[in-house]
């Protein structure tokens, strides 16, 4: 899960965070980079379940 105590730390919501368990975990890691960089450059703070498919769909 994200720091909250980092000012540009990303939050998912349990939901979300479900659906990133179901990424393999040797590339989890980078699969949660690279939505939370999606969110970011959408200007979103929070994943959630919509978000986390927006990004899913982006890259794959």
Known sequence: ???PNQPD???WTPE???KLKEIPFFVR???RKKI???ARDAGQMRI???LYE???KKFS
């Open 1 to 3: 899960m994200s720091n």
């Open 9 to 11: 730390a990303v939050q």
């Open 16 to 18: 979300a965070e479900a």
């Open 29 to 31: 890691p980078a699969a």
């Open 36 to 38: 939370e960089q999606f």
């Open 48 to 50: 959630s379940v919509e």
């Open 54 to 56: 927006q990004a899913k």
